[in-house]
C-alpha cells in the first residue's frame, strides 16, 4: 500500500499553495498517495504516514498557520517523517545557495525529527493582500521566483526516500 502524505500549507496570497500543489503532484505521480491542505484546515494528522509543512516567509516569519499546524500537532508530528519548506525570497538567492531555516523553523526543527528544510524563492504579484505586500509590488519588488523544476527534484527525492523506506518494511 503507497504512503499516505500530507502536504500542508500556509499562505497569505497562493504561492505557497502553488509549490505545495506542486509537490503533491510529484510525489503522487512517483505512487504516493498525495494531498495538499491548507494548514490551518487540517484537523488529524495520524492517517497520514509522512508529513510535509509549507510556510510563506514574511519579515523573516513563518505564516501563522503553518506555524500553528507544527505546533498544534508536535505529538503526532514526532512519529511520521516530516519535512519542511519555506518560501519567501523575493530574489534569486534560494536558486544560488541553501537559505537557512528562520528561527522559529530552526526551533521546530530542534523539537521534531526533522528530515530535511529547505527554503524555495516566493512569488509576490500585483494584487497582493496586505498593506507592505502591495508596497514591496509597487515599489518593483515583486516578481516570482519559485524554481518548479527544483521544488519537483525536491519532492522527487522525498518520494524516493518514502518509498524506499516503504519496501524495508
Do not use: C
Not at 530574489?91 to 525529527?113: C, F, H, Q, T, Y
Amino acid at each position: 500500500m503507497p504512503a499516505h502524505v500530507l502536504v500542508a500549507y500556509g499562505t497569505t496570497n497562493g504561492s505557497t499553495a502553488q509549490i505545495a500543489e506542486a509537490v503533491a503532484q510529484v510525489l503522487a505521480k512517483e505512487g504516493l498517495t498525495a494531498e495538499a491542505l491548507p494548514a490551518g484546515s487540517v484537523g488529524d494528522v495520524t492517517r497520514y504516514d509522512a508529513v510535509v509543512v509549507g510556510g510563506a516567509l514574511y519579515a523573516g516569519r513563518w505564516h501563522k498557520d503553518a506555524r500553528r499546524f507544527v505546533r498544534r500537532n508536535r505529538r503526532a508530528l514526532a512519529g511520521r517523517p516530516l519535512w519542511l519548506f519555506s518560501s519567501g525570497p523575493l530574489d534569486a538567492s534560494a536558486s544560488e545557495k541553501d537559505i537557512p531555516p528562520v528561527p522559529g523553523v530552526r526551533r521546530a526543527m530542534n523539537r521534531l525529527d526533522v528530515r530535511e528544510h529547505v527554503t524555495f524563492g516566493g512569488s509576490l504579484q500585483e494584487g497582493a493582500k496586505g498593506r507592505m505586500a502591495r508596497m514591496l509590488v509597487r515599489n518593483g519588488k515583486g516578481g516570482d521566483y519559485r524554481d518548479f523544476p527544483a521544488i519537483e527534484a525536491w519532492a522527487a527525492r522525498i518520494a524516493g526516500r518514502l518509498i524506499e523506506e516503504r519496501g524495508k518494511d
